[in-house]
């Protein structure tokens, strides 16, 4: 399974990027995504993920104002559309899939098993 992830770039504070994840190789009948985030020096954070049932959860919850995460099935793309962009967005940006049995399991970060290259998100002030 690859996945490769795109969409980063440099933008001014209150822009917008809208990162994507195509996911190939050997695909699953149901998976679940993430999108994560790290910081040179910093642990790696959990900002968003989609179950296989279509349900999402971000963290913080608060998150969701600003960043949305979508999937289109049809071209096994994850999206992650992020608005009023902050410095402190800063990061490179990973998504990774898990493949799941029940539609809407969500799994712990640690579980997730396939990842993207990382793409860097660079906001300027």
């Known amino acids: 399974v690859q996945l490769q992830a795109s969409g980063g770039g440099l933008v001014q504070a209150g822009g917008s990027l809208n990162l994507s994840c195509a996911v190939s190789g050997r695909t699953f009948s149901s998976y679940a995504t993430g999108w994560f985030r790290q910081v040179p020096g910093k642990e790696r954070e959990l900002l968003a993920t989609?179950?296989?049932?279509?349900?999402?959860?971000y963290y913080p919850d608060s998150l969701k104002a600003r960043f949305t995460i979508s999937r289109d099935n049809a071209k096994n793309t994850v999206y992650l559309q992020m608005n009023s962009l902050k410095p402190e967005d800063t990061a490179v940006y990973y998504c990774?899939?898990?493949?799941?049995?029940?539609?809407?399991?969500?799994?712990?970060?640690?579980?997730?098993?396939?990842w993207g290259q990382g793409t860097l998100v660079t906001v300027s002030s």
């Open positions: 990774a899939v898990d493949q799941v049995f029940y539609s809407d399991y969500e799994p712990s970060p640690w579980e997730y098993e396939y």
């Open positions: 989609m179950r296989w049932s279509g349900r999402t959860t």
